[in-house]
């Protein structure tokens, strides 16, 4: 069975930092594009960052560039989003995603075959 699991969410003041992890069961993530979403209370699913299959290529929102750095780590089956400098409208539910595509994007959530369940990030002084 194919499931991606999100950790390392949590709550953190302003200026803080966390490192969330997308670890895979039942299939190896090299393979695919990782791509991670976030969803804020009433507002729609964004994409935040994603690593390609293919030469790791990163792209990442306008919102997040020089924050938030992707990251795999491939003895583990593993993909990080290291999150630095966080403010509260950083606050959403975090999922990761995988595509089992070449070059990632995170203009679009339609490509990406499987979610994990979301962690919680909470930005708040």
């Known amino acids: 069975q194919l499931q991606l699991v999100e950790s390392g969410g949590g709550f953190v003041q302003p200026g803080g930092s966390l490192r969330l992890s997308c670890a895979a069961s039942?299939?190896?993530?090299?393979?695919?594009?990782i791509g991670w979403f976030r969803q804020a209370p009433g507002k729609e699913r964004e994409g935040v960052s994603c690593?390609?299959?293919?030469?790791?290529?990163?792209n990442y929102a306008d919102s997040v560039k020089g924050r938030f750095t992707i990251s795999r780590d491939h003895a583990k089956n593993t993909v990080h989003l290291q999150m630095n400098s966080l403010q509260p409208e950083d606050t959403a539910v975090y999922y990761c995603?995988?595509?089992?595509?070449?070059?990632?994007?995170?203009?679009?959530?339609?490509?990406?075959?499987?979610w994990g369940q979301g962690t919680q990030v909470t930005v708040s002084s």
């Open positions: 995603a995988a595509d089992p595509r070449e070059y990632c994007t995170v203009l679009t959530r339609q490509v990406y075959h499987y």
């Open positions: 039942g299939f190896t993530l090299d393979y695919y594009n």
């Open positions: 690593i390609s299959s293919r030469g790791g290529i990163t």
